[in-house]
């Protein structure tokens, strides 16, 4: 038969539990966190001096690498069907 020693056996099921009813106590009032101001935009990006070149020039290397898939795949498609 297995027991437990008197301090584990405390400290697993303590006698003098408080009772939950007894040490809650609600609050009295709701008090709502301060309200914070939405930041302002910042209009100094769209001005026609800040334009980002990296993303212009990443659209347009997109745009070639699409358009290039066109003449491959129309050179694909005459390879297996010739014209007659």
Same mark, same amino acid.
């Given at each position: 038969?297995?027991?437990?020693?008197?301090?584990?056996?405390?400290?697993?099921?303590?006698?003098?539990?408080?009772?939950?009813?007894?040490?809650?106590?609600?609050?009295?009032?709701?008090?709502? @966190?301060?309200?914070?101001?939405?930041?302002?935009?910042?209009?100094?990006?769209?001005? @026609?001096?800040?334009?980002?070149?990296?993303?212009?020039?990443?659209?347009?290397?997109?745009?070639?690498?699409?358009?290039?898939?066109? @003449?491959?795949?129309?050179?694909?498609?005459?390879?297996?069907? @010739?014209?007659?």
């Amino acid at each position: 038969m297995i027991t437990l020693q008197p301090d584990i056996a405390e400290r697993l099921y303590p006698q003098n539990q408080p009772d939950v009813e007894q040490t809650y106590q609600p609050q009295q009032h709701y008090t709502p @966190p301060p309200r914070v101001q939405p930041a302002q935009p910042s209009y100094e990006e769209s001005t @026609p001096d800040n334009i980002d070149w990296v993303s212009v020039g990443l659209g347009l290397l997109a745009v070639l690498a699409v358009g290039g898939l066109i @003449p491959f795949w129309l050179l694909i498609y005459l390879t297996f069907f @010739p014209p007659s």
